[in-house]
């Protein structure tokens, strides 16, 4: 059997790594969202997640393979968000599913 391709981009640079756990509802299920390794950074994140490009975001994992940690960063983006959120003119249903879920976690 050929193995499948990682998970983790292969990146060669010390940054961090962000990726979005999206709902797709009771039928489909969870699944980690599809992103491109230039766009798996926190500014990208945001602005993806202020424009609702998830549908129903349930989870953000950060990590760093050069420094060898992940974490569950669903409440530090959240918070990030909480206090952007002044600046937001229209705010997508999504993004606002997704900070009450994070405040109940």
Known sequence: MSPSPSLVPHITTDRDVYLVLDDFGRRLGRAWCETAEEDANRATLIRHLVEGQYLHPARIVAFNTAEGWSR???????DELRRRFVEFEETDPSLLEFLERAVRR
């Open 72 to 78: 569950d960063a669903t409440a530090e983006i959240a």
